[in-house]
Protein backbone atom coordinates (compact mmCIF):
# COMPACT_ATOMS: atom_id res chain seq x y z
CA UNK A 1 0.00 0.00 0.00
CA UNK A 2 0.87 3.58 -1.22
CA UNK A 3 1.14 5.35 2.17
CA UNK A 4 -0.10 3.63 5.56
CA UNK A 5 -0.83 6.64 7.06
CA UNK A 6 -3.53 8.06 4.11
CA UNK A 7 -5.22 4.61 5.33
CA UNK A 8 -5.43 5.02 8.67
CA UNK A 9 -6.31 8.58 8.74
CA UNK A 10 -9.10 7.27 6.54
CA UNK A 11 -10.03 4.69 8.90
CA UNK A 12 -10.19 6.94 11.69
CA UNK A 13 -12.29 9.29 9.96
CA UNK A 14 -14.86 7.21 7.53
CA UNK A 15 -13.77 3.62 7.19
CA UNK A 16 -14.07 2.36 10.95
CA UNK A 17 -18.13 2.41 10.83
CA UNK A 18 -18.38 0.69 7.35
CA UNK A 19 -15.72 -1.96 8.77
CA UNK A 20 -18.10 -2.37 12.00
CA UNK A 21 -20.46 -3.18 9.58
CA UNK A 22 -18.51 -5.40 7.11
CA UNK A 23 -16.93 -7.96 10.29
CA UNK A 24 -20.52 -8.05 11.35
CA UNK A 25 -21.57 -9.18 8.61
CA UNK A 26 -19.02 -11.78 8.14
CA UNK A 27 -19.84 -12.54 11.53
CA UNK A 28 -23.16 -13.89 10.89
CA UNK A 29 -24.73 -10.52 11.51
CA UNK A 30 -25.35 -9.61 7.53
CA UNK A 31 -28.79 -7.27 8.23
CA UNK A 32 -29.95 -4.01 5.81
CA UNK A 33 -27.16 -1.86 7.35
CA UNK A 34 -24.70 -4.14 5.20
CA UNK A 35 -26.64 -3.05 1.97
CA UNK A 36 -26.73 0.35 2.90
CA UNK A 37 -23.24 0.67 3.51
CA UNK A 38 -22.32 -1.20 -0.09
CA UNK A 39 -24.61 1.21 -1.86
CA UNK A 40 -23.34 4.86 -0.56
CA UNK A 41 -19.57 3.45 -1.16
CA UNK A 42 -21.31 2.55 -4.46
CA UNK A 43 -22.47 5.86 -4.89
CA UNK A 44 -19.42 7.50 -4.99
CA UNK A 45 -17.24 5.69 -7.81
CA UNK A 46 -20.09 4.83 -9.90
CA UNK A 47 -22.31 7.39 -12.02
CA UNK A 48 -25.11 5.12 -12.54
CA UNK A 49 -27.83 5.44 -10.06
CA UNK A 50 -29.61 2.95 -11.67
CA UNK A 51 -26.72 0.37 -11.71
CA UNK A 52 -26.52 1.19 -7.75
CA UNK A 53 -30.19 0.35 -7.09
CA UNK A 54 -29.65 -2.89 -9.20
CA UNK A 55 -26.80 -3.67 -6.30
CA UNK A 56 -28.61 -2.78 -3.21
CA UNK A 57 -31.71 -4.53 -4.44
CA UNK A 58 -29.47 -8.18 -4.62
CA UNK A 59 -27.91 -7.69 -1.35
CA UNK A 60 -31.15 -7.27 0.31
CA UNK A 61 -31.95 -10.19 -1.50
CA UNK A 62 -29.21 -12.09 -0.56
CA UNK A 63 -30.28 -11.22 3.30
CA UNK A 64 -33.46 -12.65 2.66
CA UNK A 65 -32.61 -15.71 1.19
CA UNK A 66 -29.73 -16.23 3.44
CA UNK A 67 -32.69 -15.91 6.48
CA UNK A 68 -34.54 -18.14 4.57
CA UNK A 69 -32.47 -20.59 4.29
CA UNK A 70 -32.57 -20.79 0.74
CA UNK A 71 -29.17 -22.20 0.15
CA UNK A 72 -27.86 -25.54 2.26
CA UNK A 73 -24.22 -24.34 2.07
CA UNK A 74 -22.90 -27.42 3.59
CA UNK A 75 -23.51 -28.91 -0.16
CA UNK A 76 -21.04 -26.60 -1.79
CA UNK A 77 -17.68 -27.25 -2.18
CA UNK A 78 -15.94 -24.23 -1.61
CA UNK A 79 -12.67 -25.14 -2.57
CA UNK A 80 -14.02 -25.92 -6.52
CA UNK A 81 -12.83 -23.77 -9.04
CA UNK A 82 -15.38 -20.46 -9.79
CA UNK A 83 -17.13 -21.95 -12.97
CA UNK A 84 -18.08 -25.30 -10.52
CA UNK A 85 -19.65 -23.39 -7.93
CA UNK A 86 -21.20 -20.89 -10.11
CA UNK A 87 -23.15 -23.71 -11.62
CA UNK A 88 -23.65 -25.32 -8.30
CA UNK A 89 -25.22 -22.21 -7.21
CA UNK A 90 -27.35 -21.45 -10.80
CA UNK A 91 -28.24 -25.04 -11.35
CA UNK A 92 -27.99 -26.89 -8.71
CA UNK A 93 -28.46 -30.26 -8.84
CA UNK A 94 -28.63 -29.96 -13.27
CA UNK A 95 -25.10 -27.95 -13.39
CA UNK A 96 -23.79 -28.94 -16.44
CA UNK A 97 -27.03 -28.33 -18.42
CA UNK A 98 -26.36 -25.13 -19.68
CA UNK A 99 -23.57 -24.02 -22.38
CA UNK A 100 -20.37 -21.57 -21.30
CA UNK A 101 -22.06 -19.04 -22.59
CA UNK A 102 -25.45 -19.21 -21.24
CA UNK A 103 -24.19 -19.67 -17.83
CA UNK A 104 -22.26 -16.80 -18.22
CA UNK A 105 -25.41 -14.93 -19.19
CA UNK A 106 -26.68 -16.09 -15.98
CA UNK A 107 -23.62 -15.18 -14.28
CA UNK A 108 -23.32 -11.58 -15.10
CA UNK A 109 -26.90 -10.67 -14.06
CA UNK A 110 -25.80 -12.39 -10.66
CA UNK A 111 -22.99 -11.44 -10.14
CA UNK A 112 -23.45 -9.07 -7.26
CA UNK A 113 -25.49 -11.82 -5.07
CA UNK A 114 -23.41 -14.52 -6.34
CA UNK A 115 -19.93 -13.20 -5.46
CA UNK A 116 -21.50 -11.91 -2.35
CA UNK A 117 -22.69 -15.20 -0.90
CA UNK A 118 -19.52 -17.00 -1.88
CA UNK A 119 -16.85 -13.92 0.00
CA UNK A 120 -19.82 -14.41 2.73
CA UNK A 121 -19.04 -18.08 2.98
CA UNK A 122 -15.32 -18.04 2.67
CA UNK A 123 -13.79 -14.62 2.45
CA UNK A 124 -10.79 -15.72 2.70
CA UNK A 125 -10.96 -17.06 -0.77
CA UNK A 126 -13.67 -14.81 -2.70
CA UNK A 127 -14.36 -10.89 -2.70
CA UNK A 128 -17.95 -9.66 -3.46
CA UNK A 129 -17.34 -8.02 -6.71
CA UNK A 130 -19.18 -4.30 -7.01
CA UNK A 131 -17.18 -2.98 -9.86
CA UNK A 132 -19.64 -4.39 -12.55
CA UNK A 133 -19.15 -1.93 -15.38
CA UNK A 134 -16.18 0.08 -13.74
CA UNK A 135 -13.62 -2.78 -14.38
CA UNK A 136 -11.74 0.67 -16.09
CA UNK A 137 -11.77 1.79 -12.30
CA UNK A 138 -10.47 -1.54 -10.77
CA UNK A 139 -7.27 -1.49 -12.91
CA UNK A 140 -6.36 2.02 -11.99
CA UNK A 141 -6.60 0.85 -8.53
CA UNK A 142 -4.60 -1.76 -9.03
CA UNK A 143 -1.94 0.36 -11.15
CA UNK A 144 -1.71 2.79 -8.11
CA UNK A 145 -1.56 0.06 -5.60
CA UNK A 146 0.93 -2.66 -7.47
CA UNK A 147 -1.93 -5.48 -7.38
CA UNK A 148 -0.93 -7.52 -10.15
CA UNK A 149 -4.07 -8.33 -12.05
CA UNK A 150 -4.55 -12.11 -14.12
CA UNK A 151 -4.38 -11.48 -18.09
CA UNK A 152 -7.63 -10.62 -19.47
CA UNK A 153 -9.45 -14.06 -21.05
CA UNK A 154 -10.56 -13.58 -24.50
CA UNK A 155 -13.90 -11.87 -25.28
CA UNK A 156 -15.54 -14.90 -26.20
CA UNK A 157 -14.07 -17.46 -24.08
CA UNK A 158 -16.27 -17.50 -21.90
CA UNK A 159 -15.40 -20.29 -19.68
CA UNK A 160 -12.50 -18.58 -19.42
CA UNK A 161 -14.46 -15.61 -18.38
CA UNK A 162 -16.15 -17.16 -15.66
CA UNK A 163 -12.84 -18.49 -13.96
CA UNK A 164 -11.35 -14.95 -14.13
CA UNK A 165 -13.79 -13.97 -11.35
CA UNK A 166 -11.77 -16.87 -9.37
CA UNK A 167 -8.86 -15.46 -10.68
CA UNK A 168 -9.01 -12.16 -9.69
CA UNK A 169 -10.29 -13.14 -6.15
CA UNK A 170 -6.75 -14.75 -5.80
CA UNK A 171 -4.81 -11.51 -6.66
CA UNK A 172 -6.69 -9.55 -4.42
CA UNK A 173 -6.60 -12.02 -1.69
CA UNK A 174 -2.58 -12.13 -2.24
CA UNK A 175 -2.57 -8.03 -1.81
CA UNK A 176 -4.72 -8.37 0.97
CA UNK A 177 -2.28 -11.12 2.91
CA UNK A 178 0.75 -8.72 1.75
CA UNK A 179 -0.91 -5.85 3.55
CA UNK A 180 -1.78 -7.96 7.06
CA UNK A 181 -5.91 -6.64 5.91
CA UNK A 182 -8.57 -8.79 7.12
CA UNK A 183 -11.22 -9.49 4.34
CA UNK A 184 -13.24 -6.89 5.97
CA UNK A 185 -10.02 -4.62 5.74
CA UNK A 186 -10.33 -5.37 1.78
CA UNK A 187 -13.41 -4.48 0.77
CA UNK A 188 -13.74 -1.42 2.70
CA UNK A 189 -10.06 -0.91 1.04
CA UNK A 190 -11.72 -1.55 -2.52
CA UNK A 191 -14.65 0.23 -2.24
CA UNK A 192 -13.71 2.96 -0.03
CA UNK A 193 -10.36 3.81 0.57
CA UNK A 194 -8.92 3.13 -2.83
CA UNK A 195 -11.43 5.02 -5.23
CA UNK A 196 -11.24 8.34 -3.41
CA UNK A 197 -7.23 7.83 -2.97
CA UNK A 198 -7.26 8.25 -6.89
CA UNK A 199 -9.89 10.74 -7.07
CA UNK A 200 -12.01 8.89 -9.17
CA UNK A 201 -15.50 9.90 -7.71
CA UNK A 202 -18.51 9.09 -10.12
CA UNK A 203 -17.59 10.68 -13.09
CA UNK A 204 -19.06 14.26 -14.08
CA UNK A 205 -21.46 14.89 -16.83
CA UNK A 206 -20.22 17.85 -18.11
CA UNK A 207 -22.88 20.03 -20.83
CA UNK A 208 -19.79 20.78 -23.01
CA UNK A 209 -18.41 17.40 -24.37
CA UNK A 210 -15.93 17.28 -26.93
CA UNK A 211 -17.34 16.97 -30.85
CA UNK A 212 -18.23 13.62 -31.52
CA UNK A 213 -15.96 11.69 -33.95
CA UNK A 214 -17.63 8.08 -34.12
CA UNK A 215 -21.77 6.84 -33.73
CA UNK A 216 -22.28 3.36 -32.06
CA UNK A 217 -25.76 1.53 -31.59
CA UNK A 218 -26.93 0.50 -28.94
CA UNK A 219 -30.10 -1.95 -28.35
CA UNK A 220 -31.71 -2.49 -25.75
CA UNK A 221 -35.99 -2.96 -24.61
CA UNK A 222 -38.06 -1.71 -22.60
CA UNK A 223 -37.91 -4.41 -20.15
CA UNK A 224 -34.27 -3.50 -19.28
CA UNK A 225 -33.76 -3.05 -16.07
CA UNK A 226 -31.37 0.04 -16.82
CA UNK A 227 -34.08 1.08 -19.02
CA UNK A 228 -35.11 4.94 -19.20
CA UNK A 229 -35.04 8.19 -21.36
CA UNK A 230 -35.41 10.44 -18.23
CA UNK A 231 -32.84 13.44 -18.95
CA UNK A 232 -30.78 12.78 -15.89
CA UNK A 233 -30.26 9.02 -16.99
CA UNK A 234 -26.52 7.44 -17.02
CA UNK A 235 -26.08 3.87 -17.74
CA UNK A 236 -23.27 1.89 -19.18
CA UNK A 237 -23.95 0.50 -22.45
CA UNK A 238 -22.13 -1.81 -25.38
CA UNK A 239 -19.71 0.57 -27.49
CA UNK A 240 -17.29 -0.32 -30.17
CA UNK A 241 -13.51 0.06 -28.92
CA UNK A 242 -13.14 3.29 -30.74
CA UNK A 243 -15.32 5.00 -28.68
CA UNK A 244 -14.68 8.42 -26.92
CA UNK A 245 -16.29 10.89 -24.14
CA UNK A 246 -18.32 12.92 -26.84
CA UNK A 247 -19.44 10.39 -29.25
CA UNK A 248 -22.97 9.76 -30.36
CA UNK A 249 -25.15 6.26 -29.01
CA UNK A 250 -28.25 5.78 -31.16
CA UNK A 251 -30.73 3.90 -29.28
CA UNK A 252 -32.68 0.82 -30.79
CA UNK A 253 -35.77 -0.84 -28.77
CA UNK A 254 -35.95 -4.42 -29.55
CA UNK A 255 -39.63 -6.23 -29.35
CA UNK A 256 -42.84 -4.69 -29.38
CA UNK A 257 -41.17 -1.16 -30.63
CA UNK A 258 -38.15 -2.60 -33.20
CA UNK A 259 -37.33 0.92 -33.41
CA UNK A 260 -34.55 3.75 -33.23
CA UNK A 261 -36.03 6.17 -30.71
CA UNK A 262 -33.62 8.27 -28.89
CA UNK A 263 -29.46 9.46 -29.25
CA UNK A 264 -27.48 9.88 -26.40
CA UNK A 265 -23.97 11.22 -25.88
CA UNK A 266 -21.13 8.46 -24.21
CA UNK A 267 -19.34 10.71 -21.36
CA UNK A 268 -17.11 7.79 -21.06
CA UNK A 269 -14.23 6.47 -23.06
CA UNK A 270 -14.77 2.56 -24.06
CA UNK A 271 -13.20 -0.22 -21.79
CA UNK A 272 -12.32 -3.93 -21.54
CA UNK A 273 -15.09 -5.48 -18.43
CA UNK A 274 -14.43 -9.06 -18.73
CA UNK A 275 -17.66 -9.08 -16.59
CA UNK A 276 -19.75 -7.78 -18.68
CA UNK A 277 -21.59 -9.51 -21.60
CA UNK A 278 -20.29 -7.57 -24.25
CA UNK A 279 -16.92 -7.00 -22.82
CA UNK A 280 -16.44 -3.69 -24.27
CA UNK A 281 -18.44 -0.93 -22.69
CA UNK A 282 -19.13 3.31 -21.88
CA UNK A 283 -21.26 5.40 -19.87
CA UNK A 284 -24.14 7.38 -21.61
CA UNK A 285 -26.15 10.44 -20.86
CA UNK A 286 -27.97 13.29 -22.21
CA UNK A 287 -30.56 11.50 -24.27
CA UNK A 288 -32.63 13.05 -26.45
CA UNK A 289 -35.69 11.87 -27.97
CA UNK A 290 -35.50 11.47 -32.00
CA UNK A 291 -38.85 10.70 -34.41
CA UNK A 292 -38.84 7.21 -33.99
CA UNK A 293 -37.66 5.06 -37.06
CA UNK A 294 -38.50 1.73 -37.20
CA UNK A 295 -36.75 -1.44 -38.35
CA UNK A 296 -39.54 -1.78 -41.10
CA UNK A 297 -38.64 1.58 -42.77
CA UNK A 298 -34.88 1.00 -42.20
CA UNK A 299 -35.04 -1.82 -44.44
CA UNK A 300 -37.35 0.23 -47.02
CA UNK A 301 -34.97 2.79 -46.78
CA UNK A 302 -32.41 3.38 -49.92
CA UNK A 303 -29.50 3.90 -48.14
CA UNK A 304 -29.85 1.86 -44.42
CA UNK A 305 -31.79 -0.91 -46.13
CA UNK A 306 -28.24 -1.89 -47.68
CA UNK A 307 -26.67 -2.01 -44.61
CA UNK A 308 -25.83 -6.24 -43.82
CA UNK A 309 -26.99 -5.36 -39.93
CA UNK A 310 -30.57 -3.79 -40.87
CA UNK A 311 -30.79 -6.80 -43.57
CA UNK A 312 -30.08 -9.43 -40.59
CA UNK A 313 -32.47 -7.56 -38.58
CA UNK A 314 -30.27 -5.82 -36.10
CA UNK A 315 -29.07 -9.02 -34.38
CA UNK A 316 -26.00 -9.42 -32.61
CA UNK A 317 -25.77 -5.42 -33.58
CA UNK A 318 -25.58 -4.02 -29.92
CA UNK A 319 -21.67 -2.17 -29.76
CA UNK A 320 -21.39 -1.79 -33.42
CA UNK A 321 -20.07 0.80 -35.16
CA UNK A 322 -22.05 2.88 -37.35
CA UNK A 323 -20.23 4.50 -40.22
CA UNK A 324 -20.65 8.15 -40.61
CA UNK A 325 -22.62 8.20 -43.46
CA UNK A 326 -24.81 5.96 -42.05
CA UNK A 327 -25.53 8.20 -38.27
CA UNK A 328 -25.74 11.62 -40.46
CA UNK A 329 -28.52 9.63 -43.11
CA UNK A 330 -30.49 8.14 -39.55
CA UNK A 331 -30.56 11.58 -38.20
CA UNK A 332 -31.74 13.27 -41.20
CA UNK A 333 -34.72 10.75 -41.74
CA UNK A 334 -35.28 12.01 -37.76
CA UNK A 335 -35.26 15.23 -38.05
CA UNK A 336 -32.28 15.42 -35.46
CA UNK A 337 -29.14 16.58 -37.74
CA UNK A 338 -29.56 20.29 -37.46
CA UNK A 339 -29.75 20.00 -33.33
CA UNK A 340 -26.61 17.80 -32.99
Given at each position: MSSKEEWNTFLQTKGLPVLAVFEDALAGSCGPAFADA?????????????????????LLQILEDRRAGAFTEADLDLSADSVSLVRALLYGDDPVAKSDLECFRDFEENLFYLSTFLA??????????????????LCQI????????????????????????????????????????TPAGLWLFLYGYAPLAIRQAAPSLPEVLPPARHACLVC???????????????????????????DFAVQFLRVPDNAATSVWRFVSDAFTDPFYFHYTCAYTAHPKKLKTISLRWMQKDHFLGRSPLVRKHLIGASGTAIPAEGFNHLMELAGEAARL
Amino acid sequence: MSSKEEWNTFLQTKGLPVLAVFEDALAGSCGPAFADAVRSLHRQYCPSRALTGILHDALLQILEDRRAGAFTEADLDLSADSVSLVRALLYGDDPVAKSDLECFRDFEENLFYLSTFLALQAPERFLPYYFYCRFDLLCQIAKRFGILLPPLPAENDFRGRLLYYGALCSSLQAFRRKEGLTPAGLWLFLYGYAPLAIRQAAPSLPEVLPPARHACLVCTSRDDPLFSEKPETVVPRPASPEIKRGDFAVQFLRVPDNAATSVWRFVSDAFTDPFYFHYTCAYTAHPKKLKTISLRWMQKDHFLGRSPLVRKHLIGASGTAIPAEGFNHLMELAGEAARL
